[in-house]
């Protein structure tokens, strides 16, 4: 079979042992996601699944899928099964099957046998040898399934003996105390071997060889990328789950149940009341609220992108039109990546030493906007530059063979094909900074709760006065709340324990929540902007 | 150094080469003359004199004299590097834009200097445009693309504050795109789609866009550099009829590649050869029947 024979250019029907290799890739995916909801405890070790205990189940999913690999790779070297292996499995696969044969025996000898670790750690090594050499010296069809498709059995035949329970620990005995219970080592164990034998079923469904190896690779790139998604959509739900309670709590729809609000000049009333989004936290309300954070985290997320884009994009427009390129700018560059990795906290405490003194000296919105807005700058610089840089000299040529001036050609061509770009960097550091918590912490943050009339108005906020510069607005002045440092509050230092919060986790949650949402929205507004000036640019 | 050496290795071999043809005994250096010069009916639209371009170190374009007539179509041919797209962006001065350009001699306009102090760039290039070797329309609507000069230039006012004082142009310029289109023979193609981005449109239309836009300004000359060379062969004969048909009313000065597109559609023909050199310079059908250096029937 190794030999230069050709095989058939199509390949008609779907044999037995293709499905049998197919099936055995679809056991894996399963096993993926049940760890994963293992993981995350959405399935629980200690309950039963589909009729029998959980455990049990991985295990005998495991020592399946195992068993069918290493059948596969020992049918195929029998002759049974028709491949196209290589010579070797080659020496990355050979290392891949040498880190999880470690790890094993390190905990057989080290715990099950209890030997300690020094003697763990010379396991490990001996053991990580020989599956190094199963792997990489026979022919690919055994190398590549035999040593990796023996570790389900193995770890599937330890969960149904029970050596590894439900209730499992091993409390490793350092000075810090680290224990590895079941609810973690099952679900990573299983998610280990599900993700190596499926890369070996997958494998052998390509029959090995270049084929064989391509579909290795898929199968772990799709696993991971699904995972990546996965993982981002439990973050969210969990987040949503265990924040709406607190959201909803004594929530009354219906006319005649909301609040007042005036907007512009008309009154109205809202059709819903939601106290924990338009109360703030005072004494005598029924439910408590966030409202003044976030009222105070919209307005600081606004005021940052008004002080920062026109900044950042115009001094994008001098650095990439304007400038000769030489040191001056190589220099603005270097300084620009520093600004925008330099750490929150600096920025924080500059906007703590430099800006409070000179506004009212007290934290103030104003110096939180400002602030955030040096943060967002250089984010603004380099992005509204790569975009800038993207433009197609073309179409400056153009311009100017029609005898239209440079600022016209900017405003006119580059700038709105640049634009799609330029939102980007916004949304970019949008995020990073509508999330800051140590900034606000120095620089704007009063007290953790903030009565609802106290909530930050900054337009109604505006007033004449008799003296230059005739234009005032205190409300920029006053100190006010932000969601991140609220969050912070109630964690860190346990604020509201004991005082008027019904029940503080699911305040926090619900906090946490409306966080996300407040950051989701400005993500949508930017995208949403995005895309219009993206498909003015395009044809369909 | 080398590079006078060049010249005078150039100058023994045409020595040796065309021993017959200089009976009456002048020099080589008179003959050469001659080859470039060109008598013809009408007026100077645009002449270059002494014209020498350097970027940098590299000597682009040697002493370059050229008399160009009105509404006429001019062809500048020669081999890749010879320098015949430096002269055409040497005519509305686009290699002023690029930093490492040097640029010595005259360019007249109408018998006017271009190099001086003083000179409005912009009535310049709105006298001569000029068309880029790849279609580049502006990502923007069919509409839009035309009118960008005229509205730039404050000639139209479209813009929302004269909208709002019921000033604006919107007729005016309804009538400005048509006239260009027609005029560049696009208008029977998108006149239903004017809105339209300019880049869902196919590589020769985007040229002829290109023209449109080019002639939005109302130019005295057009230049185009290599127009038809990123296009197929239909595209290409569309873009040939066109300067054809543009050559009444404007003085069309093109470069190309190829001989039997020069031969096809210009009326003088301009040879460089690689140096910078302009070689021969005379009516179409005779340099190309017979032409007087052995260089350029080669």
New interface residues.
Partial sequence: MASATRNDLVETDTSRTDAVAAATVGVSAVLFVLALFALVEVVTLTESLAGLPTVTLLGLLLVLLGGTVVAFGVGSRLGYVDTTPRMSAGLIAGLAAAVPWAAVAWGVVAHTLNFGNAAGFVAAGVAAAAAFAATSFPREDVGSTVPIGLLPVVVGLVFLTSVIGPTWTWPLGWEQPVTFNAELVIPVATLFCALYAGWAAAKAYGGFGARGRRMGAYTLIYLNATSIVAFLFVLIAFTVVQGLPGIFTGAQFGFGTGPESTILGVTFQWPFSLPFVMNGVALLNDFQGVLPAIAGTIWLVIGAVVFAVPLGVGAAIFLTEYAERGRFTQVVEVATNGLWSTPSIVFGLFGFAFLIPRFGNQKSLLSGMLTLAFMLLPLVVITSREAMLAVPDEYRDASAALGVSKWQTIRSVVLPAALPGVVTGIILGVGRIAGETAPILLTMAGGTFTPGGQTVDVIGGFEFTSAPPFVANPELLEATSALPYQLFALITAGVGESSNLANIDQFKWATALILLVVVLSFYAVGIGARYYFRRKLQYE | MSEIEQTQTQTTEQATDQPLETTTGESDEEVREEWRQYDFQGSTKLAAGDLNVHYGDDHALKDVSIEIPEQSVTALIGPSGCGKSTVLRCF?R?ND?I?SARIEGSVTLDGMEIYQDGVN??????RV??V?Q?P?????SIRENIA??PE??GDLETGLLSRLLGRSDEAAREELVERCLRDAALWNEVHDRLD??A??LSGGQQQRL?IA??L??DPDVILMDEPASALDPIATAKIEDLIDDLSEEYTVIIVTHSMQQAARISDQTAVFLTGGELVEYGDTDQVFEDPQSDRVED
């Fill in positions: 509305n686009m834009r930093s760039l912009v009535e310049l290039r709105k445009g000029m880029f790849s580049n329309p502006f990502p923007k960008y000069g730039k230039h339209d981005n880049l869902g290109c836009r080019c939005s300004v």
